[in-house]
C-alpha cells in the first residue's frame, strides 16, 4: 500500500497493546509484548495508573488510520 502522504510503500502489519504497552509487529503476539528485534516500540508508559494513548486520525469512509509515535 502507499502512503496516503508521501506515496512510499506502507508495511503491513498489527498494532498490539498489552497494560501499559503497544507495539506494531509483522506478527501479533500471542502470549506476551516482549519488543522483537524487527517491531517498534510506540507507547512504554511507566507509569501504572495512566492508560497510553496516541494521537490519531481515521477516515470513517476508507477504514484507514494514521498514527504518529
Not at 500500500?1 to 504497552?21: A, H, L, S
Request: with cysteine; proline share 7%; charged share 30%.
Amino acid at each position: 500500500m502507499k502512503c496516503p502522504i508521501c506515496g512510499n510503500d506502507m508495511e503491513r502489519g498489527f498494532i498490539q497493546t498489552e497494560g501499559r504497552v503497544m507495539l506494531w509487529t509483522k506478527e501479533p503476539h500471542t502470549l506476551t509484548l516482549f519488543t522483537r528485534d524487527d517491531e517498534v516500540e510506540i507507547i512504554h508508559e511507566q507509569n501504572p495508573f495512566c492508560m497510553p494513548s496516541l494521537p490519531a486520525e481515521i477516515c470513517k469512509n476508507c477504514k484507514k488510520i494514521i498514527i504518529d509515535y
